[in-house]
């Protein structure tokens, strides 16, 4: 049998907790294979959640309660992992919302999917039989929305269809080996990232498709403009698809600079000058994205790896190359060739970028 732990953090939850905790336990109570607890972690409620809570201990001998300091969602998320872990050991680790917009009769969803061999299960609202709330108002719709655009594309991991959810099953090894990374995350943007943290770790995931409640009592926590704030920080600064956009902007202005200084000051020809600074610049960018853009699953350091990935890196830079000769001279043909130089840039931004990282992830640097 194995053990599984039902996180859910409150602060000033006394008008939920207490009609979620039996729902919880209600439709996981023929899990047969699990033994299943629910750790609460009240961050020193004014409203008594904590006290609401104890009471019900002695009621459920499943059901325990982890007090700390008002910190932030990731902060009592990590302290009520690192807490299970200690105490209980488990297999697999939940988050669940406290306010009854996760609904508990989809739980034994989520263990059918890990039994079937999934490592991280996600309760998706954007997914075909998810949904958000009809009766938000349009402002928080777009927000919601809008704020996992952002990170699906930030990212380029399309097919994650919700990155800020709080409704999740995860294996207790992935948990582990992210502490020491979720630990730096207070807010939300914890969410965003342990789930980044678990793809470049190359855990199995799985979405299975929720309808997600707006709460009846109490009111949200979310502030919309820090977290729009944190999760474009969070973006720029672990997104390696950003990352290899960086790393070929800077590859053009190699280009760029030692074509020039062939061309214009060494009076070399034209074709030979444009060689050079190509290769270069070709050189530059697979280096830089093996030991920055994909340093989490970068080459094996053997000379024969390097030799048939920079094959392959220069292969797929001819493939853009000609994606651009043909994209432009096709756009000069239709809209005339004075903006040229707009057409470059919008081929290079919206075809070239994406095809190329796309290339890379599956030829060169795959997931390990």
Same mark, same amino acid.
């Given at each position: 049998?194995?053990?599984?732990?039902?996180?859910?953090?409150?602060?000033?939850?006394?008008?939920?907790?207490?009609? !979620?905790?039996? &729902?919880?336990?209600?439709?996981?109570?023929?899990?047969?294979?699990?033994?299943?607890?629910?750790?609460?972690?009240?961050?020193?409620?004014?409203?008594? +959640?904590?006290?609401? /809570?104890?009471?019900? !201990?002695?009621?459920?001998?499943?059901?325990?309660?982890?007090? /700390?300091?008002?910190?932030?969602?990731?902060k009592a998320y990590t302290d009520a992992f690192q807490f299970a872990i200690q105490k209980f050991s488990p297999y697999l680790l939940f988050e669940m919302d406290a306010d009854l917009s996760h609904d508990p009769k989809e739980l034994p969803h989520f263990f059918r999917s890990i039994e079937k061999g999934a490592d991280? *299960?996600?309760?998706?609202?954007?997914? =075909?039989?998810?949904?958000?709330?009809?009766?938000?108002?349009?402002?928080?719709?777009? $927000?919601?929305?809008?704020?996992?655009?952002? /990170?699906?594309f930030g990212f380029m991991k399309l097919e994650i269809n919700d990155w800020t959810g709080g409704y999740r099953a995860i294996k207790t090894w992935i948990v582990k080996d992210a502490l020491s990374h979720i630990k730096n995350y207070s807010g939300y943007i914890f969410q965003i990232a342990l789930l980044d943290f678990a793809i470049k770790k190359g855990a199995r995931m799985k979405q299975i498709p929720i309808q997600f409640a707006d709460r009846k009592i109490g009111e949200s926590k979310i502030n919309a403009g820090q977290v729009i704030f944190d999760i474009f920080t969070y973006i720029f600064t672990h997104s390696s698809f950003i990352k290899f956009a960086i790393v070929g902007l800077l590859g053009f202005f190699v280009d760029f600079g030692i074509s020039y200084l062939f061309i214009e000051k060494v009076k070399s020809a034209v074709w030979l000058? +444009?060689?050079?600074?190509?290769?270069?610049?070709?050189?530059?960018?697979?280096?830089?994205?093996?030991?920055? %853009?994909? %340093?989490? =699953?970068?080459?094996?350091?053997? *000379?024969? *790896?390097? &030799?048939?990935?920079?094959?392959? $890196?220069? &292969? *797929?830079?001819?493939?853009?190359?000609?994606?651009?000769?043909?994209?432009?001279?096709?756009?000069?043909?239709?809209?005339?060739?004075? &903006?040229?130089? /707009?057409?470059?840039?919008?081929? @290079?931004?919206?075809?070239? @970028?994406?095809? %190329?990282? @796309?290339?890379?992830?599956?030829?060169?640097?795959?997931?390990?």
């Open positions: 049998m194995r053990l599984a732990v039902i996180v859910i953090p409150t602060y000033n939850e006394a008008g939920n907790v207490e009609r !979620l905790i039996p &729902l919880v336990f209600k439709h996981v109570k023929d899990l047969s294979n699990w033994e299943i607890h629910i750790l609460i972690v009240d961050s020193e409620s004014p409203d008594k +959640t904590g006290e609401i /809570v104890r009471k019900l !201990l002695s009621k459920y001998p499943r059901l325990h309660l982890l007090s /700390v300091d008002k910190d932030g969602l990731g991280f *299960v996600i309760g998706a609202r954007y997914m =075909k039989g998810g949904s958000i709330p009809k009766e938000w108002a349009p402002h928080r719709k777009i $927000f919601s929305v809008l704020g996992n655009l952002i /990170v699906r000058g +444009t060689l050079i600074s190509t290769e270069t610049a070709i050189i530059s960018n697979f280096v830089l994205n093996n030991f920055w %853009s994909f %340093s989490y =699953k970068k080459l094996e350091n053997k *000379v024969s *790896v390097y &030799l048939s990935s920079f094959i392959k $890196f220069n &292969l *797929v830079s001819s493939g853009s190359i000609l994606i651009q000769t043909v994209g432009i001279q096709l756009a000069a043909n239709i809209f005339g060739r004075q &903006l040229w130089y /707009v057409y470059k840039i919008l081929i @290079i931004a919206f075809i070239v @970028i994406p095809y %190329s990282y @796309i290339l890379y992830n599956r030829f060169i640097w795959k997931e390990k």
